[in-house]
């Protein structure tokens, strides 16, 4: 890497950190909503594109689903902290639908859009370098991790529904596969060297950075900014999004199960559409989405239990009505349908496709629950019912795709082969 490129990089990576610094600094003085709301958006943009850099160059020296983990790790430090939080209430005035609302939306916002939003975007840069319509991301066999940690995780919702309840149990249990997950990750050797030419220029500059102590530093620094970023804007973020909410009449149900889950999961977004300019990082940018969900599925889950437990002062189980079964119903099937797309180790056309469009339906329906009203006809159907209907395409969906491309079904070759590829 010429000096020239070094230093201009160097200058991009220093700029960014100075503007994530001072715009974290700002929102917290008493600053119009507004302000702050664009502030904090343009932290979280800078902060995801450093670590996001820090990635690409972090994977050449630990594997890069480990990488990936950890970055998006620190990028669901506000949804963390906003779990956190609504749990802690729950167990003080014992109002736990906010809990499942928000735990749910941001289950279903990751698969059921972000990954569509993967695919449209890397079809677009395809299609912009003449190179016609994307058929396929192609996942490579190591990844398989990261999906079967998915489609383990998930099926425990399965017994979090039968007992109709959220306990320290579940906390044990998804909490150790979380732990687990990550050993696993661990052992995966890291990425070729003679890679590190295709990076672009600030993680290539990270990348071969010398000596390696100083390159650790450089890769750690960004890392631990990018969390004490995610960390200082979540909360100005959330009561700035909030008060712009109310403003606009989007009631509190719908703010937790929707718009705050979209906000605190922006940073994933950023890093996924900075990656899916190219086909290469396309993969990358899936895995950094499922990588997210893995994280809800085990670390934020096996969260919300334990500071329910903690507030209410007792070893207490949240309790789950019909609807939040539902709800925790679809958040699930939506997952099982990502994973029979990806037990091809493929993520097509057809897949972004049904997609986006099951979790659209999910919003057409007329009931208690405060959503967007589409038309004065509408859906005449219940949101419990509503949801039954989708949860159900979804296996159905599921189903169809594990049957139409059972040939192609490498799940259990990869997963060995991953295995046998371990550092011992």
């Known amino acids: 890497m010429q000096v020239e490129q070094r230093r201009r990089a160097g200058a991009l990576i220093l700029g960014l950190v100075l503007l994530t610094a001072a715009s974290s600094a700002a929102v917290r003085f008493h600053i119009p909503s507004a302000l702050a709301a664009a502030l904090c958006f343009l932290a979280v943009i800078a902060a995801a594109l450093l670590i996001s850099w820090g990635a690409e160059a972090a994977q050449f020296f630990v594997s890069q689903g480990l990488a ?18 609504i749990a802690w209430q729950a167990g003080k005035d014992g109002r736990v639908d906010l809990v499942f609302a928000n735990a749910t939306g941001s289950n279903r916002l990751l698969t059921g859009f972000g990954w569509p939003l993967v695919f449209l975007v890397t079809d677009i840069y395809h299609r912009k370098k003449g190179r016609g319509p994307l058929r396929a991301i192609e996942l490579r066999p190591e990844h398989v991790v990261e999906v079967a940690a998915l489609l383990l995780a998930s099926c425990w919702y399965l017994v979090i529904l039968a007992k109709r309840s959220l306990g320290l149990v579940d906390s044990a249990v998804l909490g150790g596969g979380f732990f687990l997950y990550l050993f696993v990750l661990h052992r995966l050797p890291a990425e070729e060297e003679e890679e590190i030419d295709e990076l672009i220029a600030p993680a290539r500059m990270l990348a071969t950075t010398q000596p390696p102590r100083r390159r650790s530093a450089f890769i750690l620094g960004l890392f631990a900014l990018g969390g004490v970023v995610m960390w200082a804007v979540a909360g ?30 922006f940073p994933e977004k950023v890093t996924a559409v900075y990656w899916s300019r190219t086909v290469k990082l396309a993969p990358m940018a899936l895995l950094n989405l499922i990588s997210s969900t893995v994280n809800q ?10 500071a329910f437990a903690l507030s209410a002062g007792g070893a207490l189980s949240l309790p789950m009505d019909d609807l939040h079964r539902v709800e925790l119903f679809l958040s699930f099937a939506t997952t099982l349908y990502g994973v029979a797309c990806l037990a091809k180790l493929r993520f097509t056309r057809g897949n972004a496709n049904v997609m986006i469009a099951l979790f659209l339906l999910q919003f057409f329906y007329q009931g208690p629950i405060d959503v967007p009203e589409y038309g004065s006809g509408g859906f005449h159907l219940s949101a419990v019912r509503s949801h039954v209907f989708v949860a159900w395409a979804y296996i159905a969906f599921a189903a169809a795709e594990l049957v139409l491309h059972r040939r192609e079904i490498r799940l259990f070759a990869a997963l060995r082969q991953t295995l046998g590829r371990l550092r011992r």
């Open 297 to 306: 599925y085990t670390a934020l889950v096996a969260m919300v239990p334990v």
């Open 236 to 265: 100005p973020f959330l009561d700035a999004m909030k008060d712009v909410a109310l403003a606009i009449g989007v009631s509190q149900f719908a703010f937790v199960q929707w718009v705050a889950p979209f906000l605190t999961e």
């Open 68 to 85: 990936v983990a950890v970055i998006a790790l620190l990028q669901v430090v506000p949804e963390f902290m906003v779990e956190a939080v």
